[in-house]
T-cell receptor, first 114, second 116 residues
Framework: AQSVTQPDIHITVSEGASLELRCNYS??????LFWYVQSPGQGLQLLLK??????LVQGIKGFEAEFKRSQSSFNLRKPSVHWSDAAEYFC????????????FGKGTKLTVNP | DTEVTQTPKHLVMGMTNKKSLKCEQH?????MYWYKQKAKKPPELMFV???????INESVPSRFSPECPNSSLLNLHLHALQPEDSALYLC???????????????FGPGTRLTVL
């Protein structure tokens, strides 16, 4: 079964600074990989996803993520954080050839200081 | 319309009550999901309907009863809940169904449930 680890529970950055959120997965092959964002009191919104091909994936709101097979990682990055990026970020994996089920990491809460 | 709507936004119920949560989407999606999310935790999958048929039940207690009356609607019937069932209940939908995790899931804003 697939699993996902987000090592950082809480990250604080200053507005305008760069951001990297870490995600490591465990799965026998390359799974489907996703990053979702959840603002307080809201549902989740997909930022980007990786299935295959180019290992650098562009998403919405200026986010990108890089898939590294050798490290079983799918880290999320943004070059310049805005105050509105403060939210909870979830990495999720889905099994190829499996069901509709996604397994979510425990999340990283991002705080942005002015 | 790329929206998943959920009603009610908030619900307070006693342990002997019967209530229902409702979810609706008009994106033509054929897979619909119920998740439970406790505070400061990730969403946990409860049920998946694919083409209006229950395809995944993650060993959820029978006091939660899902229903998919048609391709646009998903209900979650609640009966004899426990205080530990208090959580945010999220509905999601995705295109196609068909047993794949590849499709983007669109989430509703959730129903905040409190069980007294």
């Amino acid at each position: 079964a697939q699993s996902v680890t987000q090592p950082d529970i809480h990250i604080t950055v200053s507005e305008g600074a760069s951001l990297e959120l870490r995600c490591n997965y465990s799965y026998g092959a390359t799974p489907y990989l996703f990053w979702y964002v959840q603002s307080p009191g809201q549902g989740l919104q997909l930022l980007l996803k990786y299935f295959s091909g180019d290992t650098l994936v562009q998403g919405i709101k200026g986010f990108e993520a890089e898939f590294k097979r050798s490290q079983s990682s799918f880290n999320l990055r943004k070059p310049s954080v805005h105050w509105s990026d403060a939210a909870e970020y979830f990495c999720a994996v889905g099994a190829k050839g499996g069901s509709e089920k996604l397994v979510f990491g425990k999340g990283t809460k991002l705080t942005v200081n002015p | 319309d790329t929206e998943v709507t959920q009603t009610p936004k908030h619900l307070v119920m006693g342990m002997t009550n019967k209530k229902s949560l409702k979810c609706e989407q008009h994106m033509g999606h054929r897979a619909m999901y119920w998740y439970k999310q406790k505070a400061k935790k990730p969403p946990e999958l409860m049920f998946v309907y694919s083409y209006e048929k229950l395809s995944i039940n993650e060993s959820v207690p029978s006091r939660f009863s899902p229903e998919c009356p048609n391709s646009s609607l998903l209900n979650l019937h609640l009966h004899a809940l426990q205080p530990e069932d208090s959580a945010l209940y999220l509905c999601a939908s995705s295109q196609g169904g068909g047993g794949t995790a590849a499709n983007e899931q669109f989430f509703g804003p959730g129903t905040r449930l409190t069980v007294l």
